[in-house]
């Protein structure tokens, strides 16, 4: 059984009388739906959403596609949210360096960390370090328009291997095989449309270890790579395999069922004639990056076979593939976070439904740290939709809530005491105020060309644009 190591001070009777001050340390979807469940919830609160970047969004602004306008249209969710007046945006708030936990434990009642996760998971494979072998994560930022990335990206390879069958792949694989100039009308900023105009790609072989059934793409986004008309998908219809642990996926699964359609109709169909070709590749398990003088020349591949149960095992067949970059899709990694438990393994803050595990008791009970809470990718690792972000964080709100009359309260738990804090170490924080000017701002920018917004990437045009402390 575990137990909420938090106590009840002094002022605990003050505490009821005004709103329950909760700082969210991460402005993406995560953190926002954690606003929102706050606000649905019957408690008075007032909420402060701590964010790394100048502006808010996330995932949502540096993890989707550019050309996935869709996707992006949550944000005008996200918005209503942060349009209440119950919640304050902090943005270019770097939580371990310009803020700490210990900080915040004086500001605020409780802390929800929603701070997501942005690294690319290790694939151990020999050779997987050598020059022109890339994590998607990086490549992603890249076209995102991160600002702490580089400006250029190396674009010179003719064949190009995406290793993962999830929707990162598919992204990363798409970018790689449509033209600068298809990619112009979306939000990309110019560094980007120059790297991509120049990108030499012309094939694109994305690797999957299992079979069609067990891929996970979903399948709006895998019907979308045959929309170009200058990407030609192409699937071997030896890849077309299924035992039945497979069916059994196919038939528990709407989606699943419609992924393996539609690979089973691209593996039958004469192939076309577009420019850039872009193959998908099933039970072919990355053995080895091929390198020459520190650089990459190819991938050699192991094929497998089903067990029966819709898993794997290899057939001792290799096979080698003339790329000469390397892109992994193999998941995403969260950062560990100053002054929290991280279990390195799973690349989570250990947690029960939101609450932080501290320790153990020498009973072996686990302890919680006090007013202390994870929602989001960080939680439960980077699994599942957007939209599953939403599930999430009502578990942890609806724990943080049966906790709150426990909490010990904040010290200085009034809204103006935080900003002070940040103006005395002169930390240029940007506001909800302020994300209005930038958004305006990169309006402005594509207006001219026709186009909805060009991103702004450098953080200091990002902060001269919001104004920073200007509300």
Not at 92 to 120: E, M, P, Q
Not at 140 to 166: F, N
Not at 437 to 452: F, I, K, Q, Y
Request: glycine letters at 10%.
């Amino acid at each position: 059984m575990a137990t909420q190591a938090s106590s009840s001070g002094p002022d605990a009777h003050a505490a009821k009388t005004r709103p329950l001050r909760i700082a969210i340390v991460g402005a993406g979807p995560a953190g926002i739906y954690a606003a929102d469940a706050l606000m649905k919830s019957d408690a008075e609160v007032s909420i402060d959403l701590f964010e790394r970047m100048p502006a808010p969004f996330g995932l949502i602004r540096y993890g989707v596609a550019p050309d996935h306008p869709r996707i992006k249209g949550i944000i005008t969710a996200l918005h209503k949210v942060l349009d209440k007046p119950q919640v304050r945006l902090l943005g270019n708030i770097d939580y371990g360096t310009d803020i700490t936990l210990d900080d915040l434990r004086a500001f605020y009642d409780a802390v929800i960390f929603s701070t997501g996760a942005n690294a690319d998971r290790a694939l151990p494979i020999p050779g997987i370090d050598l020059d022109g072998s890339f994590g998607a994560a990086d490549f992603v930022s890249w076209y995102d328009g991160h600002p702490d990335v580089p400006r250029t990206w190396p674009l010179d390879a003719e064949k190009v291997a995406v290793l993962g069958v999830g929707n990162v792949a598919l992204d990363v694989a798409r970018v790689l095989a449509k033209t600068g100039d298809e990619l112009l009308p979306t939000e990309i900023p110019p560094n980007v449309y120059k790297g991509l105009k120049a990108n030499k790609a012309v094939e694109v072989h994305v690797f999957g270890r299992r079979g069609p059934a067990q891929a996970k793409f979903t399948p709006l986004e895998l019907r979308e790579l045959d929309h170009s008309p200058t990407i030609e998908v192409i699937v071997d219809p030896e890849d077309i395999d299924y035992d039945e642990g497979s069916e059994a996926a196919r038939r528990h699964s709407k989606q699943v069922d419609m992924v393996a359609n539609t690979l089973e109709q691209w593996a039958i169909r004469d192939a076309g004639d577009r420019p850039h070709k872009l193959f998908l590749h099933f039970f072919e398990s990355p053995a080895e990056v091929l390198g020459e003088n520190g650089k990459v020349v190819g991938l050699r591949t192991e094929r497998t076979q089903l067990d029966g149960t819709g898993n794997v095992k290899g057939t001792g067949v290799f096979k080698d593939w003339d790329v000469q970059a390397i892109y992994r899709a193999v998941g995403y990694l969260s950062q560990n976070l100053t002054n929290l438990p991280f279990d390195d393994q799973a690349g989570t803050v250990p947690n029960e439904a939101g609450r932080v595990i501290a320790d153990e008791n020498a009973d072996g009970a686990e302890r919680y740290l006090p007013a202390t809470y994870v929602t989001g990718w960080i939680k439960r690792g980077p699994v599942g939709l957007i939209g599953h972000t939403k599930g999430d964080a009502n578990e942890t709100i609806a724990c943080l809530l049966d906790d709150a009359p426990g909490f010990a309260p904040a010290e200085r738990p009034e809204p103006e005491a935080v900003t002070e804090f940040l103006e005395s170490k002169g930390i240029p924080f940007t506001t909800w105020a302020g994300w209005y000017r930038l958004d305006a701002h990169e309006r402005s920018l594509g207006e001219p060309e026709g186009r909805e917004r060009v991103k702004v990437v450098e953080r200091e045009d990002m902060l001269r644009a919001s104004e920073p402390h200007k509300v």
